[in-house]
Structures are given as structure tokens and as C-alpha cells.
């Protein structure tokens, strides 16, 4: 029987690693079994945030301490900028490894991973990639011993993006790319991935999917998937979060898909069905066993929720997305009191329009707070 | 008997006054019953904020149509720039007249205006200060018919601040400011003037107040107290709204005080007071009883929200204010399913550090939503 | 004889009319000749900045009390958004009127202006666009009294942008317009409006034009052309400044492009085709006789200057255009030791990718400073 | 005889060390000859500004590779944030080696360095600093064989600062620290270093020199200091550059002293001295014999510039030392032609106030473009 492990450690900046550090000294983390990181880094979440890559660069520098340089690369390595309102910059750090003795005996939280191929540059942000991510969330699936797509809860990717040489090296072969423009490419990416997922979780069937509706038809997406595009990878990390009988511990995951972003409701409801009660703000013991809470956010295109005018998409001075960050993490911090919360800007295809996936990972132990 | 009422209208920008007019126009609203105009503006909320005046401008024209300059002087608008995250800008309109003929019988929401004396350039920020405003709130709550402070929920306070004139006026007769810093004398202003709300409410006792603790121990506020400093005045515009037996209609006000920045129990409590359930989010015809929510938001002082970090206060991009009421706003809209929210920035003495006071107007009649 | 006069006025916030007031009062001003009023004012620029509407809406009130309401709506008013770093809030008053009667005699500065008939939104961003500006240029110079294209030196136009409802009533006639994107159609509109001017001016000619080139192939532009898109008017705005025979008085005028944002030697050349020498920063006497200067600034596609890499596209927290306005107007501000200038952003087919036009009005009567 | 060697090398990020791993492999540095690294940084310069802090961990990583520990400590790394406008990011190599057999004699650029001893916290901000700093200034001369002060033109220090361990530290012992604001500690620790440069300098006599004045009479300052606080060290780092007989080669510097944001003249007047004729902007040429410009910006204290308001101090949106680099930058862009330009913001006491020095190195060979 194999045990997922998730930590969820404060950081002090986008450098700090000392939490995890203290981590693996205690022997709370073994380097070995780390499977990806996620964090949460005080920078825009834009163009010119430079705290996600300095944030890699020391997580990686920590780990190629204890670990062969191959091992380190293995390791998928998310990081979304921006902590807008009070969200709290952290990082979870997601292990696998056998299980304790005396632990619950499963289903409980699985984790798999998958690294498809090199994507050529013009299947980017098209049916090509579209399939590729299909196959890979298919062996992550198959990696964390999930068999049926319902009891995946969540997909997190990272995907490529086109740079001006990609762009140039299809040229060169006669193929033409999606788009010429490299910022447009990492949405297109997100986007396609995001479709990814959504085909096989058979949340959407292949005949609705093609070339046209990618970054168009925001009716069509997953409410399971989470995706970043990075200009250091030319394929795609893929891990998948869910439920299986072959994994055991106390950790459960379930998910949510949030209609618009104050729509707190079905997390509630998902709460509840991993054994919260969420009467009103989670109260501190329950607090204590929400291990993490991973979500998108996003303006959404029409400049309304549930029909009163924001001013969002015309704010020339703030991001919408990290508008959209600040209000959607606050209504979630006000649903579970904790603001140490991984949400995400940059949506497309995830969830519908304006709204998000959430995902939400428990320990199932009664404890004190 | 007396009746109040509140009229909520959605603005399409600063300057919009269409919804005033077209409510004034089918005789909605009567313009002569207007006491004051509390309005949620899209600017930065900051010093550089133009779309306060921009609509304090577009009102007054509008008014003016039909009202002589000194019924439109009286008026006390509020603007409060700043609905970042999906807050949704708006004007609350507060109007007062006879009671319709089949109205219910009191207590109802009660509204009480008063303008104190011009106030000495040297007391502002001080003892001088603090005891002119406990007055004035005694003489509004006299207008409003409240007799007993604890029926009074919302004190909404335009006050004065320094600029270079006055400074120089008053070093001219031998007096000294309490600040040189025309910026700092807005902080101090407002708080003075909430410590004088909190002092005729009796939240305080005169004997723990002196000019020392004025904008540094923030242990002493108001939890009903919401103030604004502005340059077009040199006294002080004060609207109590409170429950009085002397009005009737559907209207009834109550309020809480946020501990923290996400604080919401406190919130759902008071709603329940006021007749609505409040089972997670409002359902929809309870939400169609809320009438308005006045809410103070601030990034508190410590770095930190129930011992979790937070970069709102070391972010130079975005004012920490506006990161405020983001995320505050985003916690609220979560309880209420509304983005129609009149929260605002700056929020000294107006609640616990980090925290702040609300109020709720709502109209108890059940109906459809 | 007619006589151009220009006002250059400092302006304490974007509603303050009190210099335009003074002016007025003290007969420096016959409001009656006021033919455009072209203002910076302190917002962003960008797409929520209200400065430039609170401006016109304040500057429309002072004239109003003077003049009837149909000479107020003929005088065009241009706001451009953005005095970053030293750039100084101020407006240009351009007036005219009788050559008073000792003044020197002619060739001076001219002002010509024409209303263009309503353009069909279909053809918003098209070669109709630049066909009905080149033809409304035409008539301006007309206006002027110049003949001679080579005589113009600035063109100042206000064009129209598209609406939701305006595309959708070119669909129902069955008409596509040129894009769907409101914030785009006011780039086309900028853009089409600049290369009808360049057209009748005999910049580019017609044959190099189609509806393709505009808004993509930046090699064409006009040297002389400054476009500003505001959504309150369907028609076009045009105000032509040249140099005449039938004009007499002091001013003269004169332009340079500037090929990159840092490219001052051209606007020096042109100061001394005025008669300021020039040497090194404009000395106290020269300065005083700069009477206005107009440049459109931008930070060019790309993403370099002169070889050397700048960060201004990449900046997710102040927009590129708010970054072009402080750098060249700093470069502008230490050629001329002034900061009251017209420096604005948007600069689509006016000057060259990266660089842009500059006009100067100079006073040629020799002074003290 | 010694020789100094200034490289300029673009940065593509903040974490780019491919062009200094570049000059290295080529033999054009000598790492061991490295004796301090400055660089300007794409963030905001301001409290979260993380860029400084990667490219430090990037240069120290990148030097670790080539020299011992100890050597990579003693690299005095000063990054300033902050690439306004088209200002574009880089880095400053100081070498200093044996002179080549073939170049000029001196006089020639000089580089001294010193560390002073710890600065005990209740010292900093006051004259314990200033008199530390004068003692390292003096040693820095002596180490760069530069005896008279006048042949100093300028002084880059690294500078401490408060934090609350050391505060509290200073608490325990019964000493009192000049502010417990640690932000606030940063412009008073930058603020006593430059006097102490002043007082070494002798541009400023000891008598007129006292704790009250630090941090607020900046009628006092030195025209060659540039400061800069940082957490990771409790002494201070000391770079004198100058001209001295004892060194040889072809670079040169001198300074100037600007008295506002625009004030070029004197500079152009330091570039003749330097041999650079500066006919208006630089001609190719000569602007390729510029090796290095270092200047200090910021936006004053009164609001305006030679008279006309700004409105840099009341923008809460940008900073009012990002509008200042902007402005003042292309001011000097304007001047010399080039992008590549340290100009740093937080000016206290190096220069005047709205002004600041500027340093200007300068190859004398005469060349090709």
C-alpha cells in the first residue's frame, strides 16, 4: 500500500526554504518521495514576476542538496504568483511513499504523475496538444491506480508556451503555429491542456472538441484541471490528484466547481461530503484538517457577476487576475477561515466562465485544534 | 410618524446620476427628503482618487435641477473610492419623510443628521476634536429620535482635515497643529473623529481618552463609528442611523465588528438578528432584503491575519488599502451573494486593528426574490 | 488679418478652470475665439482614467456661464490622460481672432478646423475612415487659409470609436465592422485617422493604402498627425496648425519625427529653424518664448532601443505607455528646461514604431526671461 | 602600477549571468580582479522588489563556480531596482589588476575599497554612523592611492539597517535606536552614510553635522555619495572612485551635481572635462567611449520643478521614485544617447533635494563608432 503526504509550509519570501529544510531535518519530508511542489509567491502572477522562477531556483538549490541532479529535474515545480488581499504565501509540498503501519486502510488520496513527450510547436494551443495531454493524464491516472475518471479531483500542468525561436524552428519546417504571438500562445496552452483533462475525464466528448473552439468557446472545460504554461519545458508535467483503494492514510480529496466567483456554496457542499460540517466559517478544529485548498479565479469576459457592473477588466492599474485573486481567495477565506490558499489566476477552460474548479484536500482524523 | 429609506443604485461610472434621475423622475425618490448620498467610486480610493469629486460634481448638477443651492449644500455626500475585486460600483441614497399610511408600526431604521461648528485648525487630531464630534452625535441621535446609544448602529462622519492654509493660519495666532503632515491630518481626523463617536455611544469613557492616544493606541475604537476626511469642509457632517420607536416602515439597521479581515461570523450573526437566516451564503430572496452593507476594511498592522503572513503592507505596487477592501469585499460578497457592498478604506479607531465595523439595512418584509 | 493666439495654462487638478477664469476676467481670453482647448490631466491614460472627462466636464461648465451652448459644443476639447513623472498638468487654449494692429505681419501660425459628416461604423478602422479625415483635413487647411500641405505642422483629431451598440447596428444593416473589440476599434480609429492625414498631406499616397495596412504594417505613418478616439462624438474632430500668409502676429510653428524615444536632435533642429538656438538646454530667455510643445510618445514593438533591451512591454504593473510618457517626456523636459508639455501616448501610424511626432509653437519676439 | 576596468554588460533578467560567464571564458574578467558588481534590476525598487535579491543569488552562484567562498563575500553586489522608461537592465563590473605594459600613464580611474567595523543598531541615523563611514571613506582612499578629496568623484556604499531583532537587541543592553520603523531606518541609515561621505570628502565641516539634522535638513548633502540599504550585512561596504597618479589606462571620471530633475548642463559640462564635445547628444562616437553613467533621482520635496506642480508625490498608484528614474532618465538618456544608465532613487542627502550627483566614466581613447 503506498501513503500521498501533503505539507503545507509557510514561506517568509519567495526564497525561503527554510521551512522546508526544518522539514526534511525532522525527517517530517523525505526528499526521495517528493513528487511536485506547489506555491503560492508574493509577486504580480504576471508577465514580470520574478518571484516564481527565484522561488524554483532555491527550492531547487535546497533539494540538489539531498538529492542526484536527475531526481531534482523530476520533480514538478509549480509556482503562481500572487498573494493579493491576505493570502499567505506557502508552499505543498506533495510526497508519496509506503504507508504507516497503522493507518486507515484506503480509498484514500492518491498521487500520480506523467511527462508526455515534447509537443512540436504547432500543435500548440491545438488538437495535438489536446491529445497528447489526454494520453499523459491517462498514465498519471494509471500511476496513481485510479481507474475510474471520477474519482480524479484534480489535475495540475504544467505546459509549454511558444518562444519567437519555437515559432521559428516550425517555420523552418514549413509549419505554421497558432498564434505569432508568444504571451497569446501560453493561454492558448493552458487552454488546450485544460481541454486536455476535460477529455479524458470524458467531462467533454472528442466530437465537440477542435482547432477552432481552443480559446474561444469558454462553454467547453474541465472542473478538474489546473494548468501553467513555462517557457523551461517543451512537454508537459502532468500530476493528478484523487481517490484510490490501493492508497491508504487519513488524507481524502474532493472538488468543487465554483459558478462565478463568490459561488461558495458547492465548496461547502464538498466540504461536507469529506466530513466538514462548514456551519458558517470552518471553526478552528475542523480548520486544522484542511490540509489544502487549491482554485482558479478569474474576471470572467462579460464585466458583471450575477449581473452587477465591476470594474475589473477596465482597470488600467491592477491585473484583473489579481483583482479576481484578492476577491475570489477572500470569499474562500471567509468559507474556511484559513488564508493560506492556492489560488490561481489564468482560467481558461478551467471551470466556466468567471467561475473556477476548487479543489480541497482533508485529514479525516478528529483532532483538536 | 417619520420613515426612512435607503435606495440602492447601480452607477455605470463615476459621473453616471441616470439611475437618481429616472428613481426621481417616477417619483421613487423625493428629492427634498434627501439627507445624504453615500457612493462607491472607481478610482484607487487614494490620495490621487478623482472619482470622488467627479461624482460629487455630477450629483450636485443633478440635484441642483431641482433643489435651491442650499437644500443641495445640505446634503451630506459620502464618497469612498475604491470597488476593487468584483465590488460593484454604486450610490446609497438616504432619504426621510412621512410614513405611508400602511406602513408597520416601529421600531425602524432611523436616520439623524447634524453639522457641528467650524472646527479650530489646532484641535483637529485632538481633545477638541473628539468632544465636538460626541457632541454633534448627540444632537443627530436628538434629530433621529434615538434616545438610547445602544439602538444607535452606524455613525457616518465627513470631517476636515489640514492643509497648508490653515496650518498657517493657526501658527499665525501663536496656535500649533497637531501634525504639519496635511496627508497625516486625514488619519488623525478621522480618528479623533471616531474616538467622538465612540465617546457619545459610550463604547469609551472620557477619563481613558487624551490627545496622546489619538492615531497611535488603536486598542480604543469605535465598532460603529465610519468617518472621511475631506477638503471642502471645516465642520463636521454626521448621519446617525440607529432603531427608533418614532419611525415605521420595513427598514431595520443593526451591525457587527469584524474582528479580522475575514471575520464573518460576527456578520451572519447580525443578519439573523435582522430576520435572515443566513445558512452559508444568502439564498436569493434573503439577499433581495439586504439593502445595504457598510463595511470598514483595513490591512492591520501586524504583517499578519490569524498568525498567517500576508504582503499587503510591504507591496509597493498596490496600496495596501485597496488589497483591504478586495479581499474584505470578497469574504462579505461570500456571505451575501452580493457585490453591490459599500465597503471602504482607512480605518483608524473604526474597529480593532485589521478589523472592522458593519451594518446591515434590511427590509423585513418576505417577499419573492 | 486674423491672429492665432495659444495659452498655455497650469491647472492645480483636472477640474480646475480657475487660470481658464482668470484669463477670461482679465480680457487675455475672448472666450468667443476659443477653437480647441487640448489638456493634460494627472489620470492613467489608459482606459479608467476619468481625469479626462472631469476635465471637459469642468471646462464646458466655465464656458457655459459665457457662452451659448452650441459655440461650447463647437469648441473641441482634448484630454490626454498621464503627466508621469515631472510632466506638468496644464492646458492649451487655442484661440483666434483680428490681428491686433501692430503686429508683425505674416507668414504665422495658422488654425484651421473642420467637423467631418458621421462615419458609418463599418467603415471605422477602413479606407473610408481615411478618406472622409483626409477630406476633413482638406477643409481645415481650407479653414487656415494654407494651400500648401508642407505649410502643416500638426493635425490634432478627435475620431470616433465603436460601441456594442454601434456594431450591433451595422449588423443589423448587414454591415461588419473591422473589429468587435471596443479598446480595439479605438487603436483602428487612432490609426486610420492618422494615415488620413498623412494622406492629404502627401505623406503616403493612396496606392500604398488599404484596409489591410491599418493597424498592422507601422512603416507607414504621418509625421504631422496626432488622433485621440473618445466615444462621445461619430464624426471627426480636426484641427489643423500651420504657417500662413493671411496670418500675422508673433507665433510660428514648426515639427520633427522622432525616430525612437530618446531621438531629441530633430526637435532641436526644428527650435532653431524657429530661431532658439539651443545650445545644450534651452537658457531661461528661449524657454520663456516656447510657447507649446506637442509629441506623441510610445514604447515601440520591439522591445528594444537602439539595441538596448527596455522592460516597458513586459510591465504588468504600469502599462507601456504610462512608462513612454515619463521617459521621452523627461528627454523632451531636458532639451527644453520645461515640463508643462503635451506629451501623449496611443501613437498608432503618427511617426515611426517607437518614436513620434513633435510640433513647437514658438513666440519669435526676442525677451527677457 | 594598477589599472581599472569598468564592463557594461545587458542583462536579459534579473537572474542573467550568461554575458559575465561570457567575459570570463573570453579572459576579458579576471574573477579574482572583481571587486564589486553593480547592477540595475527590472523590478519596482521599492519594498517588494525580490529582482535584487535573485540577481545577487545568481551572480554569487555564477562567481562560486570560479572563486573561493570568501572571495565571493567580499565582491561588494549593489542592485538597484527599478528599469523605468526605456532604461535598460544591467550590470557594472569593477575589476582592478596590474596595468598592460602598453597603456597610458596616469592620472586614471582608481578603485579603493573598504568594510568598516560593525554598526552597533542605536548608532544608525545618527552621528556614530556618519563618523564610521567617514573613517571607511578615508581607508577606501588610501586603498585606491587617492590623496586628495577632491580627486574622489564618487562613493557607493552598502549600508545596514534596522530590523527588529536588532533593535530589541539594543533594547536589552539599555540602548535606545534612532526609530523603530525599519522601513523608515533605511532612508536614515542611507541618509548618515552620505554625510559621512560628505564629512570624509570635506563637503560638509563636522560642526554643522549632529543627529538632528540626519534624515531632515537636506539643505546639507554630498554631491558624491550614493547609498544603499540592505538586510544582509551590519557594516557598510565601501567603493571609492577617482582619479589617481598611481593608476594607469585609458578610463577617466568625474562628476556633476544636479540641481533638479532636468538639470543636464552640468553633466554635459563633466562630459567636456571628461574630452566628450556633447554638441547636443552624443554623437555615435563619442557615445561609445562612455562607459559607465551612475546617477541619483528623486522627485523632491516641494511638488514642482523650476515652478511648474507635479504630480509624482500624490500618485498612489506609482511610486513617486519610479516616476523619478523614469524622468530624470530620460532626461540623461536624452543627453547621452544611451539606456544603459544606473540611476537609482532614494536620494537622502546625496544632492540637493529634487536633484542629485551623477558619476560619469569614460574610455579617452579615441575610436570608431
Not at 516564481?52 to 542526484?68: C, E, W
Not at 511513499?97 to 493507518?103: I, N, P, T, Y
Not at 500511476?143 to 519555437?166: M, S, W, Y
Not at 465591476?310 to 468559507?335: E, K, V
Request: charged share 20%; with cysteine.
Amino acid at each position: 500500500m503506498r501513503q500521498a503526504r501533503v505539507h503545507r509550509i509557510a514561506t517568509a519570501g519567495p526564497d525561503d526554504v527554510s521551512g522546508l529544510d526544518e522539514a526534511i531535518a525532522a525527517g517530517r519530508i523525505d526528499p526521495a518521495g517528493i513528487v511536485a511542489i506547489l506555491g503560492k509567491t508574493e509577486g504580480n502572477g504576471c508577465v514580470n514576476d520574478f518571484t516564481r522562477a527565484f522561488a524554483v531556483s532555491a527550492l531547487s538549490a535546497a533539494l540538489a542538496a539531498r538529492l542526484p541532479p536527475a531526481a531534482v529535474a523530476r520533480i514538478a515545480m509549480v509556482m503562481s504568483g500572487g498573494t493579493e488581499g491576505a493570502l499567505s504565501p506557502h508552499i505543498l509540498v506533495l510526497e508519496r511513499g509506503e504507508a504507516e503501519a497503522d493507518v486507515a486502510k484506503g480509498p484514500a488520496l492518491a498521487i500520480g504523475v506523467a511527462h508526455t513527450a515534447d509537443l512540436a510547436p504547432e500543435h500548440l494551443g491545438r488538437m495535438g496538444q489536446v491529445w497528447l495531454v489526454a494520453e499523459g493524464v491517462a498514465k498519471a491516472m494509471h500511476d496513481a491506480g485510479i481507474d475510474d475518471p471520477a474519482d480524479v479531483h484534480f489535475v495540475q500542468i504544467k505546459c509549454p508556451l511558444l518562444t519567437a525561436e519555437r515559432i521559428a524552428a516550425a517555420g523552418a519546417r514549413g509549419a505554421d503555429t497558432a498564434t505569432r504571438d508568444t504571451l497569446k500562445s501560453m493561454g492558448l496552452s493552458r487552454g488546450a491542456s485544460a481541454l486536455g483533462v476535460a477529455l479524458a475525464l470524458g467531462e467533454i466528448e472528442a466530437h465537440a472538441l477542435n482547432d477552432a473552439v481552443i480559446g474561444s468557446d469558454f462553454g467547453l472545460y474541465s472542473g478538474r484541471a489546473s494548468t501553467s504554461a513555462g517557457v523551461e519545458l517543451q512537454n508537459h508535467e502532468i500530476v493528478v490528484l484523487g481517490m484510490s483503494q490501493s492508497w491508504s492514510g487519513p488524507l481524502a480529496i474532493d472538488h468543487a466547481v465554483m459558478a462565478d466567483g463568490i459561488d461558495i456554496e458547492p465548496v461547502r457542499a464538498a466540504l461536507k461530503r469529506l466530513g466538514l460540517e462548514a456551519r458558517g466559517q470552518l471553526a478552528s478544529e475542523e480548520r486544522s484538517r484542511l490540509v489544502a485548498l487549491l482554485a482558479k479565479a478569474e474576471a470572467g469576459s462579460s464585466g458583471r457577476l450575477r449581473g452587477s457592473r465591476h470594474a475589473m477588466l477596465d482597470d488600467s492599474d491592477i491585473a484583473s487576475t489579481r483583482h479576481a485573486r484578492a476577491f475570489t481567495g477572500g470569499a474562500l477565506a471567509g468559507l474556511t477561515g484559513l488564508t493560506e490558499l492556492f489560488v490561481s489566476g489564468g482560467a481558461e477552460h478551467q471551470g466556466p466562465d468567471g467561475g473556477g474548479p476548487v479543489a480541497l484536500v482533508v485529514d479525516r482524523r478528529k483532532g483538536e485544534s
